[in-house]
Every structure is written in structure tokens, then in C-alpha cells.
């Protein structure tokens, strides 16, 4: 409704949903983004973005993943946004994941799990990771929205 604040991802499939939510937005009167991308490309579009704290309950969270399988479990995170992304679908009542057949994958795994880190504990995490069985990489020159460093596994 003309009241409704929506959550939306972030990555080259929420960009299309931003781009296609654009024709609807006096439907709606916001939304909550889960990076400063999306809330950039929201803007461009002319759609109000709200800060999490201030909006309240959200009615939806809709993104994409970068991977799932046939049991609709997902890999999801790849654009580094994957903290404030759990976050926003956390608040949600329902999560909406868009993804077409290139996504899925009998096993995940094929795509590398991302996990946010605070830069002091980088190597401390990794020597954790190596411990429970992963391979941890650096994803080397890239900063989350919170300041935080990407460990792919």
C-alpha cells in the first residue's frame, strides 16, 4: 500500500528489481537499502530510502542470490553487502529471493561463501575457518559499507 516501506538488496539482480520497482513507486512510500548502492540507485530512481531504525517493520525484503539449490537454500553475500542484507531481511516479514536458472547448482559451494570480518580479527577468523575444514581468501581491495573486510571461504 501507499504506505508500506520495502527492503531491497543489493547486486546485478536487485538493480533490475530497483529499475522495474521505479514504475510503481507512488505504490509504495519507500524503502530501507541494504547497501549504499542501492540506496543510491533508489534515489536516482526518485524512491524515498529510509534509514533502517526509522522504518519500522517492513512488509518485504526482496533480492537476489548467488547461488541456490533445489531446496531453495542460497548462497547469498558476493557484493559484500551480506551483513546489512541479513539484517534487513531479519526485520522483514517476508523474504523475496530472485534468481533464474543460472543461479542454481546441485551443491552449494560452487560460488565461495563470503563472511564479513572486522579488519583486526582477519587473521584470527581465517585460522578459525582453516580449522572447521575452509579455505579462507582475502578478497583483497574490498571494503564493506561498514568498513569491514571480506574473507571468501
Known amino acids: 500500500d501507499s504506505e508500506s516501506v520495502i527492503g531491497v538488496g543489493t ?14 513507486k507512488t505504490e509504495f512510500d519507500g524503502a530501507v537499502a541494504s547497501s549504499e548502492a542501492t540506496a543510491e540507485r533508489l534515489k ?5 530510502v529510509y534509514d533502517l531504525n526509522s522504518a519500522g517493520e517492513l512488509e518485504f525484503y526482496v533480492d537476489g542470490a548467488d547461488e541456490t539449490n533445489d531446496r ?7 557484493g ?36 564479513e570480518v572486522i579488519p583486526m580479527a582477519r587473521s584470527h577468523v581465517g585460522r578459525e575457518i582453516v580449522k ?8 583483497e581491495g574490498v571494503v ?10
Open 80 to 115: 559484500a553487502a551480506l551483513t546489512r542484507e541479513k539484517i534487513v531481511a531479519a526485520v522483514a516479514k517476508t523474504f523475496i529471493c530472485i534468481a533464474d536458472d543460472s543461479k542454481m547448482v546441485g551443491v552449494l559451494g560452487k560460488f565461495p561463501l563470503p563472511v
Open 72 to 78: 531453495l537454500e542460497l548462497i547469498k553475500g558476493g
Open 44 to 48: 536516482s530512481h526518485g524512491i524515498p
Open 144 to 153: 564493506t559499507d561498514n568498513g569491514n573486510i571480506i574473507i571468501d571461504v
Open 132 to 139: 572447521l575444514g575452509g579455505d579462507p581468501v582475502y578478497r
Open 11 to 24: 547486486g546485478s539482480t536487485a538493480n533490475f528489481f530497483i529499475d522495474m520497482l521505479a514504475e510503481l
